[in-house]
């Protein structure tokens, strides 16, 4: 079993559409959690850190759930401009960060 | 302006030669990673350095090495020893604390012809 686990997609949606992306982690003692956004042939880029209580910015909503070991991200009135691959990064203490392999999502008009 | 920077940007080598990619970063933080990314897969951990003059080995050091000589600087030498060297390099950091998030660098594309 991977350490963190995504659906590599790829999502297909129209704009304005909600779409969920889910993620599970093997190591029940990690400690904190993100999703990066990363484009065709770029760097990855912070998105979100992922709080126990759940965390919104404006049309991305994060949540985490530690007893089932899954985390979560939800984006509200796609755009376009959202198609992107949603990764899903664990840290498991210290140095120790997983990077999921990945979530593709195309928003088309 | 703060932030990370690679070079070159893209990169091609010959079977046999050793090549460095450079790492700058002037955000003052501590901590500095390599990883490498393949398609369709997630990011690998290379070497990591937590301070100057020390540094770790990541999941898959096989025919890499790198130096922390300055807090700035984490270069990454592939060395011909590494059999399939052909990937997209990202260089990271970030100030260790309860969340560690790290920031990337654009990234170093090599090509062994």
């Known amino acids: 079993r991977k350490e963190v686990e995504q659906d590599p997609g790829p999502f297909n949606v129209p704009e304005g559409a909600t779409v969920a992306f889910n993620c599970t982690y093997s190591n029940s003692a990690s400690q904190s959690f993100f999703w990066y956004r990363q484009d065709c042939r770029k760097e990855p880029k912070l998105l979100m850190s992922v709080y126990s209580s759940g965390n919104e910015d404006g049309r991305f909503t994060a949540q985490l759930n530690r007893a089932s070991q899954y985390i979560s991200l939800l984006i509200r009135d796609s755009k376009l401009s959202d198609s992107a691959t949603y990764l899903c990064?664990?840290?498991?203490?210290?140095?120790?960060?997983?990077f999921g392999a990945g979530t593709r999502l195309f928003v088309k008009a | 302006d703060g932030g990370i920077t690679q070079s070159p940007k893209y990169l091609f080598r010959k079977e046999g030669q050793n090549v460095t990619l450079s790492c700058e970063q002037n955000l003052n933080h501590d901590a500095m990673y390599w990883y490498r990314q393949d398609p369709g897969q997630g990011l690998r951990l290379i070497y990591y350095?937590?301070?100057?003059?020390?540094?770790q080995k990541g999941d898959i050091a096989e025919g890499y090495s790198v130096s922390r000589e300055k807090k700035e600087s984490f270069p990454l030498t592939v060395t011909s020893a590494q059999k399939n060297p052909t990937a997209f390099y990202l260089c990271?950091?970030?100030?260790?604390?309860?969340?560690?998030?790290?920031?990337f660098g654009p990234g170093t594309r090599l090509t062994v012809l």
């Open positions: 350095s937590q301070i100057v003059n020390d540094f």
């Open positions: 990271a950091s970030s100030m260790p604390g309860l969340y560690n998030e790290q920031f």
């Open positions: 990064v664990v840290n498991a203490g210290g140095f120790k960060t997983i």
